[in-house]
C-alpha cells in the first residue's frame, strides 16, 4: 500500500540554523500538510497546501516557517533560525482530494531535536 | 475557534471488555470528523472518517458516531485486544478540510 516517507527520520540541529523536512506524498494526492507534535502535546496543525500555494496556515506558522514543493515529489517545510522550543516531532500528510473527505495519510514523522 | 476535547485521558481495560472513547467540539459547523490511533514512536492512522451529513462510520470492531447538535463524537471499541493498546485521537476539520485540529488523546491499555 502507497505511503508517505519522511527524511530525515531524526535530524539534530544547533540553535539558530535552518532546517529543511522532506516528505515524499502519495504520488497521486493533491493535498499536503505539516503537523508537529511537542513531546507530550497534542498533534498541531501548521499548513495545508494545494495547487502550489498555501491553503490555511496556523498561528504557529509565521515568518520562520515555509513550504514548497520543488518538484513532482516532493514536499518540504523550511524552519529558518531555529529555536530550542523548535524541537518536536513533525507529522507530514497528503490526502487525495480534500474536498471528498478523504482521509488523510501520515508519514512516521521527523524528529527535530534542537540544541 | 475549534477547541477538540478528549476523555479520559488514560483507560485500562482488560481483554474483551467493550469500551466508549469521548471526544467534543466547540465548533459545530465541523466538515468532517476523524478517529485516528497512533503507536508509540509512529505516525498517525486514519481509522474512521464522518462526513458532516453522516451520524456514523462503522470498520470490523469499530463503530463511530457523531452528533453536531451536542458538538460531540465517540468511539466504540467492541471486544478489545492487547493489539488495540495506543492513542486514540479525535480530530475535526474545518470547511474544505484545510485545516484539522486535534485532541489531545486517549491512551489505552488493553491487558491481557
Known amino acids: 500500500e502507497p505511503e508517505v516517507t519522511q527524511t530525515p527520520s531524526h535530524q539534530v540541529t544547533q540553535m539558530g540554523q535552518e532546517v529543511i523536512l522532506r516528505c515524499v506524498p502519495i504520488s497521486n494526492h493533491l493535498y499536503f500538510y505539516w503537523y508537529r507534535q511537542i513531546l507530550g502535546q497534542k498533534v498541531e496543525f501548521l499548513v495545508s497546501f494545494y495547487n502550489n500555494e498555501i491553503s490555511e496556515k496556523s498561528e504557529i506558522f509565521d515568518d520562520q516557517f515555509s513550504v514548497e514543493r520543488p518538484d513532482g515529489s516532493n514536499f518540504t517545510l523550511k524552519i529558518r533560525s531555529t529555536k530550542l522550543e523548535d524541537s518536536a516531532m513533525y507529522f507530514c500528510a497528503s490526502s487525495p482530494d480534500s474536498l471528498s473527505n478523504q482521509p488523510q495519510h501520515f508519514g512516521d514523522g521527523t524528529r527535530l531535536s534542537i540544541l | 475557534k475549534q477547541e477538540v476535547t478528549q476523555i479520559p485521558a488514560a483507560l485500562s481495560v482488560p481483554e474483551g471488555e467493550n469500551l466508549v472513547l469521548n471526544c467534543s467540539f466547540t465548533d459545530s459547523a465541523i466538515y468532517n470528523l476523524q478517529w485516528f490511533r497512533q503507536d508509540p514512536g509512529k505516525g498517525l492512522t486514519s481509522l474512521l472518517l464522518?462526513?458532516?451529513?453522516?451520524r456514523e462510520q462503522t470498520s470490523g470492531r469499530l463503530n463511530a458516531s457523531l452528533d453536531k447538535s451536542s458538538g460531540r463524537s465517540t468511539l466504540y471499541i467492541a471486544a478489545s485486544q492487547p493489539g488495540d493498546s495506543a492513542t486514540y485521537l479525535c480530530?475535526?476539520?474545518?470547511?474544505?478540510?484545510?485545516?484539522?485540529?486535534f485532541g489531545a488523546g486517549t491512551r489505552l491499555f488493553v491487558k491481557a
Open positions: 480530530a475535526g476539520s474545518n470547511t474544505g478540510g484545510f485545516k484539522t485540529i
Open positions: 464522518i462526513q458532516s451529513s453522516q
